[in-house]
């Protein structure tokens, strides 16, 4: 079994800056990809920023430029910096990331979600 857990959300203003962070914990041999998601009410799930294994990282049109994932192997987290937020940004933001279990299982879960709010 494998969690994710995400933490850092909350309420910020037009301009400000959050760090969502997410704790991969369980029976993990190996970690490949690492991901945000966000969903807002009445949108569809939008996939924010991806890294890989290796560091490499992709943004969505929408965040590039303010957004920044990077992540901790040793800690197996992965973090999203959050500059310059827009009250569009306000979702519910996910982490998901898949790689293999102690028991050579692959393994894909997602995060429970951490609620971001940006208004004035």
């Known amino acids: 079994q494998v969690q994710l857990v995400e933490s850092g959300g909350g309420l910020v203003q037009p301009g400000g800056s959050l760090r969502l962070s997410c704790a991969a914990s369980?029976?993990?041999?190996?970690?490949?990809?690492m991901n945000w998601y966000r969903q807002a009410p009445g949108k569809e799930r939008e996939l924010v920023a991806a890294i890989t294994s290796g560091g490499s990282a992709n943004y969505a049109d929408s965040v590039k430029g303010r957004f920044t994932i990077s992540r901790d192997n040793a800690k197996s987290m992965v973090y999203l910096q959050m500059n310059s937020l827009k009250p569009e940004d306000t979702a519910v933001y996910h982490c998901?990331?898949?790689?293999?279990?102690?028991?050579?299982?692959?393994?894909?879960?997602w995060g429970q979600g951490t609620q971001v709010t940006v208004s004035s």
């Open positions: 998901t990331a898949d790689g293999i279990t102690t028991t050579g299982w692959p393994w894909n879960y």
């Open positions: 369980g029976s993990i041999f190996s970690i490949n990809g």
